[in-house]
Every structure is written in structure tokens, then in C-alpha cells.
């Protein structure tokens, strides 16, 4: 089969960096990009040696997939000219504005039978990775994810700047099911949106998960914490590393996953070891690694490694969040 022809719309900071990766991705042919901003498409063009095109349109008639890497507000009249075309199309977080515009662009992929991938890329941290398959059914979550403000997404509020991240990856361990109950607050400091939440989301399942996201703090943090039936996890996103401790019937000898053994507890007659790991995180680079994947299942098939069905979950719980934060507001009479 041929190399996918790939293109991305948005020279932006993050728009570039998809620009470098996506033509070092396997089984691709970089074609080019477009941004609205001629002047700033031409110099990124310029950096990494491809071509600048002069509209959407015309980079859509000369690829097979794209990545939309624009503003939240532009993604869903960019999908829909994508998948009209028969693109298949990368969506950078969030995958729409509003729900509505997510469903209708999900239908006319899966009409159309045609790769929609939303880009939530902690999914690929090597830190949420390490975790693999055995991933505990967590009932405590706690999620801190803070950075220090920039204007640049100030447009949209914290929830689904920083927060989405986490609301993603709370809905991924909890299999894909969505929160039960919701309870946040959260306020505006140095712009017109939300710039520092809290949210807590509580499932059927019983698992509970509280998550923080600020874009007025000192000093940044991604963060998450698991509380499971006999572990702890710890993720560190930033660094990226991952520890845990764990209660076992194992003895004091090596366990199968490397972890060193703290203490014991009596239960009666029985014993059980406390043990410690600190597994090794892999270097991945997370942007790349969903790149990778995006062309993978054009070529080969299958469901997207993040679908259009999550992308539009996620994307449900956070307006959710944000309209408990309206309704927590206090009401002023201007009378």
C-alpha cells in the first residue's frame, strides 16, 4: 500500500509541531500546510522545507488525511470539509465546540467510513502507557493539572483547555462510562473564562474522581492519583515516571513486576506483603506515537486509537462541568 499524503491546517505553536513530526511519521507523505495567517504558514513552511497552500480547499484536494490542529471554534466546519472530501481527519482536542457540531461530524465519518481520530494525547504519555492493560478499576481518582497563564487559550475556559485531558483519561479507566453525578465550581481571575475549576465526578461503578485545572499557578503540575482495592498509583505526566504500592499474598521474594517488598501485615494467620515499583517509562514521544497510530488504522483498519464516540464524551462531561459552574455562580441584581 502507498504512503498516506498528509496535511495540517494550523501553523500555530502546536500547528508546527505537528508539521515536524507528522513528516517523520512512517508510511506518510508530508504534503504541506495552510493557515490562515499567510505570512506565518509561509515561514513555518519555510523551517521544515514543504509547501505553504493557499487555502483549505486546496490542501484537502491533495491529501488523503489531515490534521486540524486550528481553534476549538473552527474544528467542526474544517472536519466537515475534510470528510465531504473523503479525508479522513486528526481533530486536536477538543473535537468540537459543542456537542452538537462532535455528533454531526462523527455521523458523517462513520457515513462516510472514514478515519476520525481526536487528539488527547495524554492517552500516549509514556507515563498513562506504562500502566498497559492491567490498569486498576480505580475508586478514588485525583487529578491536578496547573499551568502558569498564557493568552493563548484564553478564549475558551480552563475545562476544556486543561481539564479535558483529565476527563478523558478518568473516562478511559472507567471503561468508557460516563459520570452519574456531577458537582463544580470555578471562576474567572485575569480573563473572561474559567480560569481555575474543580470538578468532581462520581460513577456507577463507584468510583469517585475530583479534578483540579488552573491556568493561573506558579509552578506547573500534571498529575494524577489512583486509589485501588489493595494499590496506589501515582502518574506524573510532566516528568514522565509512574510509582506505585500495592498489598499482596506474594512473599518476600521478587514479584514479576519488579516491585520491592516494604513491610507486612497480619491478618490473622495471614500475611501479606507491602511492596513498592517504580517501573521504567519508556521515551515516547506522545504526539508522534498518535500520529503514528492515525495512519496505521487508514492503512490497516479498524477503530481510531482515540474515536470520534470518546472525543464527543469527553467533550459532554466538561459542558457538563461548565454548566454546574454557571449554575454555582452567584446571582447579582442589578436593580
Known amino acids: ?168 483519561l478518568v473516562l478511559a479507566l472507567n471503561r468508557g462510562e460516563e459520570p452519574t453525578e456531577i458537582r463544580a465550581s470555578g471562576v474567572a481571575v485575569v480573563s473572561d473564562e474559567i480560569d481555575i475549576a474543580n470538578a468532581r465526578l462520581e460513577f456507577a461503578n463507584g468510583c469517585t474522581a475530583n479534578l483540579t485545572a488552573s491556568r493561573i499557578s506558579r509552578n506547573p503540575m500534571r498529575k494524577m492519583r489512583l486509589f485501588a482495592r489493595d494499590s496506589y498509583i501515582s502518574l506524573d505526566f510532566a516528568a514522565p515516571s509512574l510509582e506505585f504500592f500495592s498489598i499482596s499474598d506474594q512473599g518476600s521474594e521478587g514479584a514479576q513486576d519488579g516491585s520491592l517488598m516494604l513491610g507486612a501485615i497480619e491478618q490473622g494467620s495471614r500475611v501479606r506483603s507491602v511492596r513498592y515499583g517504580k517501573p521504567e517509562v519508556k521515551g515516547i514521544n506522545a504526539i508522534a506515537e498518535e500520529l503514528r497510530l492515525f495512519v496505521e488504522t487508514i492503512r490497516m483498519g479498524g477503530l481510531a486509537a482515540v474515536t470520534a464516540r470518546e472525543g464527543t464524551s469527553a467533550l459532554r462531561v466538561a459542558t457538563m462541568i461548565l454548566e454546574d459552574i454557571a449554575r454555582s455562580q452567584p446571582k447579582i441584581d442589578v436593580a
Open 1 to 168: 500500500m502507498s504512503d498516506i499524503r498528509l496535511g495540517v491546517v494550523g501553523a500555530g505553536k502546536l500547528g508546527a509541531i505537528h508539521v515536524r513530526l507528522a513528516k517523520e511519521t512512517p508510511n506518510a507523505e508530508f504534503v504541506g500546510l495552510y493557515d490562515l495567517d499567510a505570512e506565518r504558514a509561509a515561514h513555518v513552511a519555510g523551517e521544515y522545507g514543504t509547501k505553504a497552500f493557499n487555502s483549505v480547499a486546496e490542501l484537502i484536494d491533495s491529501v488523503d488525511a489531515c490534521c486540524i490542529v486550528t481553534p476549538t471554534t473552527t474544528h467542526h466546519q474544517i472536519a466537515l470539509q475534510c470528510l465531504e472530501a473523503g479525508v479522513h481527519a486528526f481533530i486536536e482536542k477538543p473535537i468540537a465546540a459543542t456537542v452538537e457540531e462532535a455528533e454531526e461530524i462523527s455521523r458523517l465519518a462513520e457515513d462516510r467510513g472514514l478515519v476520525l481520530q481526536v487528539g488527547h494525547v495524554e492517552r500516549f504519555n509514556p507515563a498513562f502507557l506504562t500502566l498497559g492493560e492491567s490498569r486498576p478499576d480505580p475508586l478514588f481518582i485525583e487529578a491536578h493539572r496547573l499551568a502558569q497563564f498564557s493568552p493563548r487559550a484564553s478564549d475558551v475556559a480552563v475545562v476544556l483547555d486543561l481539564m479535558i485531558h483529565d476527563i478523558d
